[in-house]
């Protein structure tokens, strides 16, 4: 990897191939300042909802972070295993730190970031340290479909003695998330480390040697943050030691697993190395951002063991596989990456789970039942299957879906849980009581924020797509679509009279009968970028300018106006303050993907619209390298958006933005 005149080779670049993707680099000058590094971190999943994540100087900074967070059961059973390194490199009596770390308990910080020259991160993170004579290279890997992590070094010893590189790793053998017991212990039985009932098996080249049962307790600046618990704990109990000659470059490897006979380092790089290419190839993407959005969703494509197929993690560090969030993902994460196997396994396993008209917003662990506590889910699966229809011509598929969609037409038509269903106007009530059923869903202390109870505009906007798509996809079921399409026509009547407010040129946030009724708030523009129009062309471009005015910044849609009273510009702090300020004017990036969709259809679909939307999606490539490196957040702060808030990966966001990469370069309307 290490060529002599230019330093280590990027990632990659032995391949032969033209470098379309995009390789976020981080120099010397961006990582040697305190704390500075600590505000990137890079994500890797195993595909069964397990993951790997630490910062750009290889600490962790908040509990959910670690080398191996291993999936027990796929993909919410998750425990984090192995939270970090630490990793000192002596040459005679002198020794330094290469990891990084700050602790809680006054315990001197590891300040291996003043060695670190550069951080880069492409089909993987590797790091680049020089220290006296020697250069050392670390790359981090997961295995696909197993729970195993591989930490790979290539020391290359450039002085007169030798140097030894020690590696201890720190375990938690704790639930994603929580921290460990006090009284937790760890202890190394021969090449495995056993914590209770739950055993890992440690594979290395170097000399695994046991030590003294240790606990630390790392800081957690990013959870102290947001109000979580601002210190950890984890335990040690062995480490791994390898020597390099002076003159040498050796190759050292330790792969952490919970089977007792993982693959190899480097074969797991070599098969990283080959998904990213094979991704990058069948999503058929040419823009650089494009082809890493089409990378950055692999993450969230999981296996579930409770219903034996896919799904869509919803968001790193915190979240699980949610209905409503898969709804929105799959069009970009699946559909424009032309993943359509994936894409039909997801929507047949929502089919499966229908009940009374709705699919799951959650689905369980350990055989309990699914929550059906979302309006929206239901109706979004109608769309995607006609999106996944529309993209694949695959009749058969509709038709063993069709039953299923039309008892999801005729609940919502006649009525079903959580007071959801048509009132005699046509359009779709849904909500009562403590209920949450739109997207705006936060519960808090017994305080609803954004109770939204009534006819929310997004959610008539879809009853409306979906009544039209019932229409058009009837006939392939040897079945009339007319009901449907009367239904339709009354709707899109309705919608206009109920909700367009002429003075202000934009629509009604809901139909309550309260103030909330005339909040500008982001909903509205899915009522213009949907396939089915229930506008005038005039009245989508004056929503497209209204929520522009209000709502738009280059990383997301507020949430609310900041010139409504109740609009809350900061995300941050204890878990009550967060969610009051969740859905009251923090920015969220899945909206401004059908922003920009709608800014499109409403200019013609023309060239000059299309560049448009390009200058304005420029600083992606800067909001890519911030935070979570190659991804896209969940929220941010509402006025001047800064550092990303919450998760700091969310599937939403790539799939939602992907869909108008996509847009652009294939110069299309696509379904």
């Known amino acids: 990897m290490y060529n002599e005149a230019d330093g280590p080779a ?30 990137h971190c890079w994500l890797l999943a195993n595909g069964l909802g397990g993951y790997a ?3 750009a100087v290889f600490s962790v900074t908040r509990c959910d972070q670690g080398l191996l967070i291993g999936s027990l059961e796929a993909p919410c059973r998750r425990i984090s295993l192995v939270h970090r390194l630490s990793e000192t490199l002596r040459v005679g009596e002198t020794e330094t730190f290469l990891s990084a770390q700050t602790f809680a308990d006054g315990a001197p910080s590891e300040e291996g970031w003043r060695h670190l020259d550069r951080f880069v991160v492409d089909a993987w993170p590797e790091w680049t340290y020089r220290w006296k004579e020697i250069r050392v290279l670390r790359r981090c890997v997961l295995e696909q479909g197993g729970n195993a992590a591989a930490v790979l070094y290539e020391v290359e010893n450039g002085g007169a003695l030798p140097c030894t590189l020690t590696a201890i ?52 600046p990013a959870d102290a943050r947001d109000g979580r618990a601002p210190e950890g704990r984890a335990f040690a109990c062995c480490q791994v030691t390898w020597t390099v000659e002076p003159g040498e ?28 290419q094979e991704l990058e190839e069948r999503a058929g993407l040419q823009d650089p951002v494009a082809r890493q959005l089409a990378r950055s969703a692999d ?52 089919l499966a789970y229908e009940k009374d008209g709705l699919v799951p917003n959650l ?90 109870h009534g006819k929310p505009v997004e959610l008539n906007a879809y009853w409306y797509n979906a009544l039209c798509i019932l229409g058009e996809l009837a006939p392939l079921a040897g079945e009339s679509g007319e009901n449907w399409l009367q239904l339709a026509h009354r709707v899109r009547d309705s919608f206009g009279r109920a909700f367009w407010m002429e003075e202000q040129g934009c629509l009604k946030d809901v139909i309550s009968g309260t103030s909330a009724d005339r909040q500008i708030r982001c909903n509205q523009i899915w009522a213009v970028s949907l396939p089915f129009s229930l506008l005038t062309p005039e009245q989508e471009r004056r929503v497209v300018d209204a929520v522009y005015r209000h709502l738009y910044t280059s990383r997301g849609l507020r949430t609310l106006s900041p010139e409504d009273p109740e609009f809350h510009p900061i995300y941050g702090g204890p878990q009550r303050e967060r969610d009051l300020a969740y859905h009251q004017g923090t920015v969220w990036p899945f909206p401004l993907g059908a922003w920009y969709l709608a800014y499109w259809k409403v ?68 379904p």
Not at 320 to 347: F, H, N, Q, V
Request: charged share 30%; glycine share 10%; proline share 7%.
């Open 10 to 39: 990027e990632p990659g670049a032995d391949r032969g191939e033209e470098k379309k993707s995009m390789v976020f680099s981080f120099d010397a000058r961006e990582l040697r300042v305190p704390g500075e590094g600590e505000e």
């Open 53 to 55: 994540s630490t910062s």
């Open 169 to 220: 790793p720190w375990f938690s053998f704790a639930p994603k998330g929580e921290i460990p017991s006090p009284d937790g212990t760890v202890r190394l039985e021969g090449k495995r480390v056993r914590c209770g009932d739950l055993v890992l098996y440690l594979c290395t080249s170097g000399a695994l040697t046991e030590r003294e049962h240790a606990v630390e307790h790392p800081a957690y």
């Open 249 to 276: 470059k050796a190759s050292l490897e330790l792969v952490f697993s919970l089977e007792p006979d993982p693959p190899a380092g480097e074969e797991l790089l070599e098969r990283r190395r080959q998904r990213v």
């Open 299 to 350: 993450v969230f494509l999981s296996r579930r063991d409770s219903t034996g197929g896919g799904t869509i993690i919803a968001g790193y560090p915190f979240f699980a596989d949610w209905g409503r969030d898969t709804m929105i993902a799959l069009p970009g994460c699946l559909l424009s990456t032309r993943r359509y196997d994936e894409a039909k396994e997801i929507l047949r396993t929502f």
């Open 363 to 452: 689905f369980p662990e350990g055989g309990g039942e699914p929550r059906y506590n979302t309006a929206d889910a239901a109706l979004l699966l109608i769309l995607c299957l006609w999106r996944y229809w529309r993209r694949t011509g695959d009749r058969s598929f509709v038709r063993e879906a069709w039953p299923v969609l039309k008892r999801i037409g005729e609940a919502y038509r006649h009525g079903t849980r959580h007071a959801i269903g048509m009132e005699e106007d046509g359009l779709i009530h849904a909500g009562a009581g403590m209920d949450q059923v739109t997207w705006m869903d936060v519960c808090v202390d017994g305080i609803l924020p954004t109770p939204r």
């Open 603 to 670: 200019h013609g679909r023309s060239h000059e619209a299309a560049e448009a939307i390009r200058t304005m999606l420029a600083p992606m490539k800067d909001i890519l390298r911030e935070g979570c490196v190659g991804q896209l957040p969940e929220i941010y702060d509402g006025l001047e958006p800064g550092p990303s808030r919450g998760c700091f990966a969310q599937a939403w966001s790539v799939g939602e933005l992907l869909r108008v990469y996509e847009a652009l370069e294939r110069g299309e309307e696509l």
